[in-house]
């Protein structure tokens, strides 16, 4: 799941003053009735099924949060600030170090949230391999002050390290789950979310219960069944049969098979891009990157794969960041475009979100007529991510969003465009690139810091690595009874303690 997937989800879905920002069907979100006394069980109808056995580091650690497993030590807000979460509050000590104040929490099972179990959860996750996207680049030492004050220090000023701690893959979890000799970290009952989850079959589906102790209060629903269901026609079927109350992704195609008032449209970070192996293979010639992207045309995806459910591609960044398009300039350092001559090249995309493969059809059309030879490759997501990130393909269609790893602009170029970056499906590896980032990490205040973003981005940009192709809107499937969804454009949140039917 790229969430890291197109990956980000901490207490916004979590506590009932944050649940507000998303929620649909506003004050019903947080009413109660007499037959939610004892709650009803949500059914919830996922994208991805669990790739790295719900590791919280990794693309699953979404899965966690959009289903209210984990949340961190903050959060985001409606506008991409870091809010409270398991940290009530927080201050900047001095270049290299903050201070976060605990509220009083428990874990689900049953242990108190405590400076020295945060600190060792976030040890852990620092330790990690690889290294949870939020930290690419980033060095962090966490020690407990007292029962409730916790010490965060990072190698080099990170102006944006409450934004960093709010990602899904430093979710906090308990001693017990990381008992286990073989390594493998377990979320299961080992969260601080409103549902505790209680049994997984496999990649299939997973149970969860109400965690009656949760802090921001008890949920108004028992619990949650939730499917992994990757191929999008059955999600929008089980939504329109009954079989579920929420279906996420509904594709766009079947869209218009849903009643009106079960669709959820949602502007969201989300950007699908190509994006090309610039390490080995024919994409390592620039000129032949810049031939790709020269015969990529993003309106026609927009318009005909996307049924104008999507907006044309205009950077890594797109209209649900609001400030990047005021602050956008041209690439930097484009290679003329050169003749393909026939070049093979391998591109691979994922059946999770249905619209891709279309559109890599729709790609492999465009790079045929510009001289490539194309094979095309479509597999279940979990089936894919290990061989492209290990470069076995020529180029990758996947949808991203852009801000799920911590809320800030700079740590997506960071973890997907760097040398050093952990999720560098492009394999790039540019000294300018790595420079203007750099630039960027180390710039604290807000617009300064989005326009050094906006820099590296025309950077990234003019490397070719990277085609954006369309900015997406998110289509969720809602039943009729159901209220108090968290309809979220940073994809990091779904249900909460005010979700219920």
Same mark, same amino acid.
């Given at each position: 799941?790229?969430?890291?997937?197109?990956?980000?989800?901490?207490?916004?879905?979590?506590?009932?003053?944050?649940?507000?920002?998303?929620?649909?069907?506003?004050?019903?979100?947080?009413?109660?009735?007499?037959?939610?006394?004892?709650?009803?069980?949500?059914?919830?109808?996922?994208?991805?099924?669990?790739?790295?056995?719900?590791?919280?580091?990794?693309?699953?650690?979404?899965?966690?949060?959009?289903?209210?497993?984990?949340?961190?030590?903050?959060?985001?807000?409606?506008?991409?600030?870091?809010?409270?979460?398991?940290?009530?509050?927080?201050?900047?000590?001095?270049?290299?170090?903050? =201070?976060?104040?605990?509220?009083?929490?428990?874990?689900?099972?049953?242990?108190?949230?405590?400076?020295?179990?945060?600190?060792?959860?976030?040890?852990?996750?620092?330790?990690?391999? @690889?290294?949870?996207?939020? =930290?690419?680049?980033?060095?962090?030492?966490?020690?407990?002050?007292?029962?409730?004050? +916790?010490?965060?220090?990072?190698?080099?000023?990170?102006?944006?390290? @409450?934004?960093?701690?709010?990602?899904?893959?430093?979710?906090?979890?308990?001693? &017990?789950?990381?008992?286990?000799?073989?390594?493998?970290?377990?979320?299961?009952?080992?969260?601080?979310?409103?549902?505790?989850?209680?049994?997984?079959?496999?990649?299939?589906?997973?149970?969860?219960?109400?965690?009656?102790?949760?802090?921001?209060?008890?949920?108004?629903?028992?619990?949650?069944?939730?499917?992994?269901?990757?191929?999008?026609?059955?999600?929008?079927?089980?939504?329109?049969?009954?079989?579920?109350?929420?279906?996420?992704?509904? @594709?766009?195609?079947?869209?218009?098979?849903?009643?009106?008032?079960?669709?959820?449209?949602?502007?969201?970070?989300?950007?699908?891009?190509?994006?090309?192996?610039?390490?080995?293979?024919?994409? &390592?010639?620039? &000129?032949?990157?810049?031939?790709?992207?020269?015969?990529?045309?993003?309106?026609?995806?927009?318009?005909?794969?996307?049924?104008?459910?999507?907006?044309?591609?205009?950077?890594?960044?797109?209209?649900?960041?609001?400030?990047?398009?005021?602050?956008?300039?041209?690439?930097?350092?484009?290679?003329?475009?050169?003749?393909?001559?026939?070049?093979?090249?391998?591109?691979?995309?994922?059946?999770?979100?249905?619209?891709?493969?279309?559109?890599?059809?729709? +790609? &492999?059309?465009?790079?045929?007529?510009?001289?490539?030879?194309?094979?095309?490759?479509?597999?279940?997501?979990?089936?894919?991510?290990?061989?492209?990130?290990?470069?076995?393909?020529?180029?990758?269609?996947?949808?991203?969003?852009?801000?799920?790893?911590?809320?800030?602009?700079?740590?997506?170029?960071?973890?997907?465009?760097? !040398?050093?970056?952990?999720?560098?499906?492009?394999?790039? !590896?540019?000294?300018?690139?790595?420079?203007?980032?750099?630039?960027?990490?180390?710039?604290?205040?807000?617009?300064?810091?989005?326009?050094?973003?906006?820099?590296?981005?025309?950077?990234? +940009?003019?490397?070719?690595?990277?085609?954006? =192709?369309?900015?997406?809107?998110?289509?969720?499937?809602?039943?009729?009874?159901?209220?108090?969804?968290?309809?979220?454009?940073?994809?990091?949140?779904?249900?909460?303690?005010?979700?219920?039917?």
């Amino acid at each position: 799941m790229p969430h890291r997937r197109p990956r980000l989800l901490a207490a916004l879905l979590l506590a009932p003053l944050l649940s507000a920002c998303f929620a649909s069907g506003g004050g019903e979100a947080q009413g109660g009735s007499a037959d939610t006394a004892a709650g009803s069980r949500l059914r919830v109808a996922l994208a991805f099924p669990p790739a790295e056995n719900l590791s919280p580091y990794g693309a699953d650690a979404t899965i966690l949060s959009r289903l209210g497993v984990t949340e961190g030590l903050t959060a985001l807000d409606a506008n991409g600030a870091a809010a409270p979460a398991l940290a009530q509050s927080w201050r900047r000590q001095d270049e290299h170090t903050w =201070l976060f104040t605990l509220r009083e929490a428990t874990f689900q099972d049953g242990t108190d949230v405590t400076a020295a179990a945060v600190a060792a959860s976030l040890t852990h996750a620092t330790r990690a391999k @690889p290294a949870p996207a939020a =930290l690419s680049g980033v060095t962090v030492g966490v020690k407990a002050e007292g029962a409730r004050t +916790l010490r965060v220090s990072t190698g080099s000023s990170d102006p944006v390290l @409450p934004l960093r701690l709010s990602s899904p893959s430093l979710a906090v979890l308990s001693a &017990k789950a990381y008992a286990a000799k073989n390594g493998r970290v377990n979320p299961v009952g080992t969260g601080t979310g409103p549902f505790t989850l209680a049994e997984v079959e496999g990649s299939t589906s997973a149970r969860l219960d109400r965690f009656d102790d949760y802090w921001g209060g008890r949920a108004q629903s028992a619990g949650i069944d939730a499917r992994f269901i990757a191929d999008g026609t059955a999600r929008a079927n089980a939504l329109r049969t009954g079989q579920v109350d929420i279906a996420e992704a509904v @594709p766009v195609a079947q869209a218009a098979t849903l009643e009106a008032a079960t669709r959820r449209e949602t502007a969201t970070t989300r950007t699908t891009s190509l994006l090309l192996n610039s390490a080995a293979g024919p994409f &390592k010639d620039p &000129k032949l990157r810049a031939a790709a992207r020269a015969a990529v045309d993003p309106a026609a995806l927009a318009h005909g794969v996307y049924e104008n459910h999507a907006d044309a591609g205009a950077g890594i960044y797109g209209p649900a960041v609001t400030w990047a398009a005021g602050k956008r300039t041209p690439p930097v350092g484009r290679a003329a475009a050169g003749a393909p001559h026939g070049a093979s090249v391998t591109l691979a995309t994922y059946d999770n979100r249905p619209e891709l493969p279309e559109a890599a059809q729709v +790609l &492999k059309q465009q790079l045929e007529k510009a001289g490539f030879k194309v094979e095309l490759v479509v597999r279940e997501y979990s089936r894919l991510e290990t061989d492209a990130l290990a470069g076995r393909f020529d180029g990758v269609v996947l949808a991203r969003n852009t801000l799920v790893d911590t809320g800030d602009p700079v740590a997506v170029l960071a973890s997907d465009y760097t !040398c050093k970056g952990g999720y560098n499906l492009a394999r790039l !590896c540019d000294r300018a690139v790595d420079e203007a980032v750099a630039d960027a990490e180390g710039v604290g205040e807000n617009g300064r810091r989005q326009d050094a973003a906006m820099a590296a981005e025309a950077r990234i +940009l003019g490397t070719d690595a990277v085609v954006p =192709l369309v900015h997406q809107r998110v289509i969720t499937g809602v039943g009729t009874s159901v209220k108090g969804v968290l309809l979220d454009p940073y994809e990091r949140v779904l249900v909460g303690t005010g979700t219920r039917r």
